[in-house]
């Protein structure tokens, strides 16, 4: 079993020996024995980490007999034999030497010179070399980062100085924010093999510390350099500054300065003013934004509310966020609604009513409109009837068309950018229109005339009385006439010509009233009405009578 491990070794090894001759100038009788074989030299190497060596060995004496074979044998265990790892070397007497390939790392070999002739094998002293020495490689890093970025990256410096006998295949810089990071962590490779290189590290953090070395790969493992610490782009919210006392508080305008003082590593990409009607306002809450970069800012704020304390901050964005400055604050505009007066005592005619009112002041803004508001029912209001009579400051008049015989409701009302004031409520009865006094005289006097298909038809006449005109002249009369039931200021009229205006008296003759189908009573009901110049009507008493 001893032997097993060389059986790789047999392929890997080539076999150079090299005949030396006359270093023994004379052959000396010897007994008949095993060759005499030994050591003429160490073992030499190429260099301190190898592959291979030399051996120098040497037959002293064939021991009366032809040496038929001479050479090396060598094995991982101690005395090797013909059975193990051979390398030949001719034949006879004398020097000769070989050169053993294929040793592994690491491994300690046992090595014997041997000889045979037909006695058998003469071997010389067992020796002991060392295999291939490998270590793994040794690499530096620069201790501090160059090129640390505001894009998140930097560069390493590293340079694998010794291969330590292997092949480097793979270098670069491995990175994390915990110490000693591997290649397990953030890793970024530079190429291979001996010499200086430089690794990008990216995706780094802002304020944030990492550690890093640099490595390289070889048969032996990977090594690493140094552990070294560094931080992550420096770069914080913009630092503000902010004018405690707007320069301009205005009903339509207010002024504010701000500043930014420092980008504070980053680039400043939006800056302005916030405020809210709460402290602490943010981009969140009301926002004018004024450009972009360092330096001093104007912003005009617009749609703050009126007679509010109001806070404020100067606000900038970089890639680390919103930075803001000290809060301060403000009371805004004094806005209130106008102040406006109503006149108690209109002038009242037939029809129209004329109304006085006052707007006494603006109260911070500006009376874009004024004039009356009426109804019928209390609280009239610009959604119902409204009268207009110019703008600003001042005394107006507005005349308004009513009808008679009505109570009213009415106020003064002013306009601003506060709202719509009103003033005191008043309330006025219009024009009073009285009506007409009128009979009805009762009976008729009907006279028959013929029969047609509809039945016997009458000629009939109705009176009436005008009593009184009321306020005004009388301006229409009618005799209502109807035959299913009583009237109630409906029915047939009258024309004004049948009117005796000096007695008052009025009728009217109907023709053709008849009994028909739908009337088979035949009573017929009429009233006396007249309407004067105020349209005001006075109705007489509901009178009737029956056909024969």
């Known amino acids: 079993m001893k032997h097993a491990a060389f059986v790789l070794l047999v392929g890997l090894t080539f076999v150079a020996c090299e005949k030396e001759e006359g270093l023994l100038s004379r ?62 070397c001719g034949e006879g007497l004398g020097p000769f030497k070989a050169k053993i390939n294929g040793l592994e790392y690491g491994q300690t070999y046992f090595v014997r010179a041997y000889a045979i002739n037909e006695t058998g094998v003469g071997y010389a002293e067992e020796r002991q070399i060392e295999g291939f020495k490998l270590g793994l490689a040794t690499v530096t890093a620069n201790s501090t980062p160059i090129n640390v970025r505001i894009d998140g990256t930097a560069q390493v410096r590293g340079e694998v100085v010794s291969e330590n006998g292997g092949n480097v295949t793979d270098r670069g810089v491995v990175w994390s924010t915990g110490s000693n990071p591997t290649t397990q962590d953030f890793k970024q490779s530079s190429g291979s093999g001996l010499g200086v290189f430089a690794a990008s590290l990216t995706g780094l953090k802002y304020n944030t510390q990492y550690h890093y070395r640099a490595y390289a790969v070889n048969e ?145 803004g500006t009376v874009s409109e004024r ?38 409701y009415y106020r003064a009302y002013a306009i601003n950018e506060a709202g719509t004031a009103y003033g005191t409520e008043y309330s006025f009865n219009s024009f009073e229109c009285k009506a007409p006094s009128v009979t009805t005289y009762s009976g008729a006097n009907y006279t028959y005339k013929w029969t047609n298909g509809s039945g016997d038809v009458y000629e009939v006449t109705i009176e009436g009385r005008v009593n009184s005109s009321g306020t005004e002249a009388i301006k229409s009369l009618n005799m209502w006439h109807t035959y299913d039931n009583p009237p109630t200021g409906s029915g047939f009229g009258v024309p004004m010509s049948n009117y005796n205006s000096a007695t008052g008296d009025f009728y009217v003759t ?13 009573k017929w009901y009429f009233q006396a009405s007249a309407t004067n110049g105020c349209d005001a009507v006075g109705n007489g008493s509901v009178q009737s009578y029956t056909l024969p």
Do not use: M
Request: some cysteine.
């Open 27 to 88: 052959k000396e009788k010897r007994s008949v024995g095993v060759p005499v074989v030994d050591w003429t030299d160490t073992f030499s190497t190429d260099s301190l980490y190898f592959k291979h060596t030399r051996a120098y060995g040497a037959v002293v004496s064939d021991s009366g007999l032809p040496v038929s074979e001479r050479g090396f044998v060598y094995s991982l265990f101690k005395t090797p034999t013909l059975e193990d790892t051979k390398i030949k």
């Open 510 to 522: 109907w023709l053709q009233v008849a009994r028909p189908s739908f009337n088979p009573s035949g």
């Open 371 to 408: 004039g009356v508001v009426w109804s019928t029912s209390p609280n009239p209001t610009t959604s119902g009837n409204k009268r207009a009579s110019g703008s600003g400051l001042g005394d107006f008049t507005v005349n308004l068309t009513v009808a008679n015989n009505t109570k009213f």
């Open 220 to 364: 032996a493992g990977t090594a690493y350099s140094d552990d070294y610490v560094f931080d992550g782009y420096s770069l914080l919210v913009p630092t503000l500054t902010v004018n405690n006392t707007p320069s301009v508080i205005g009903i339509s305008s207010i002024t504010i300065d701000g500043g930014v003082s420092s980008a504070n590593g980053g680039t400043v990409t939006e800056r302005g003013i916030v405020w809210s009607k709460n402290p602490n306002p943010t981009t969140s809450n009301n926002k004018q934004s004024s450009g972009a970069g360092l330096g001093n800012f104007t912003v005009n704020l617009s749609g703050v509310d009126y007679n509010s304390k109001i806070y404020y901050r100067s606000y900038a964005i970089n890639q680390a966020g919103t930075g803001y400055s000290p809060e301060c604050s403000f009371t805004s505009y004094s806005l209130n609604p106008a102040t406006v007066s109503t006149g108690s005592t209109p002038t009242i005619q037939k029809g129209s009513a004329q109304i006085t009112g006052s707007v006494l002041a603006g109260n911070g």
